[in-house]
């Protein structure tokens, strides 16, 4: 079936260096791609997101870039913080056949000061 | 701004019991959507609500119902609960079917 995956299920880090989290998708006909952040006990926070006719966007610290041709997303984080400490998720989103959104099974990202 | 608010925020309920989750969307957000969230996985896609009709639905069996009322808030009602519905259950709001969406703080739903 569809799936959304994640290559690195921990990420460790320095504080001040930047981060790199990957997720591998299947289905092509996704429309739109998110990064979402958790932390413990609280629901997921929007990071950034890309639509498919994209290939980069930029935000405050973060990037995310698709490749369709190999049907990859990254996430990077430049200068992590401490606070950058959490669970990312990417997700995509499809309206083919109604509307369905996959979640990855996430990565856990630790920023050691 | 509120954002999106869920009720309540956590329950305790037994097998073959009902349950119902409320939740309110940010103002202006006109799309719902729900999902679980087990422990050390990511959120699955239960439904989605636009303008209070059915746009999407994922792979949960009919136990698991929903509905948008005319203020555009939610319901989650899932009957007959199962051990394995013991989950966090996560409301989002979005303006449309496929804009961003804005998760709430979940209700952590215990099955004993």
């Known amino acids: 079936g569809e799936s959304v995956g994640l290559h690195l299920p921990t990420l460790s880090v320095q504080e001040g260096d930047n981060s790199i989290i990957n997720c591998a998708y299947s289905?092509?006909?996704?429309?739109?791609f998110i990064w979402y952040k958790q932390e413990s006990g609280k629901g997921p926070q929007f990071i950034i997101d890309i639509r498919s006719n994209m290939d980069k966007r930029q935000g405050q610290r973060v990037t995310v870039l698709l490749n369709k041709t190999v049907k990859h997303l990254s996430l990077q984080i430049a200068a992590t913080q401490p606070g950058d400490s959490a669970v990312y998720f990417c997700a995509e989103n499809s309206l083919s056949g109604g509307f369905k959104t996959i979640f990855g099974a996430g990565t856990r990202l630790f920023v050691k000061a | 701004d509120a954002g999106v608010t869920q009720s309540p925020t956590h329950l305790i309920k037994t097998r073959g019991q009902h349950v119902t989750l409320r939740c309110s969307p940010i103002s202006g957000h006109k799309s719902v959507s729900w999902y679980q969230q087990v422990l050390g996985q990511g959120p699955q896609f239960i439904f989605q609500?636009?303008?209070?009709?059915?746009?999407g639905r994922g792979n949960f069996p009919d136990r698991f119902s929903a509905r948008q009322f005319p203020n555009y808030s939610s319901e989650l009602n899932v009957n007959a609960l199962l051990l394995g519905d013991s989950a966090l259950y996560l409301c989002a709001s979005s303006y449309g079917v496929l804009e961003t969406q804005y998760f709430g703080p979940g209700t952590r739903l215990l099955v004993l």
């Open positions: 609500y636009y303008e209070k009709e059915e746009r």
């Open positions: 289905n092509s006909a996704s429309d739109y």
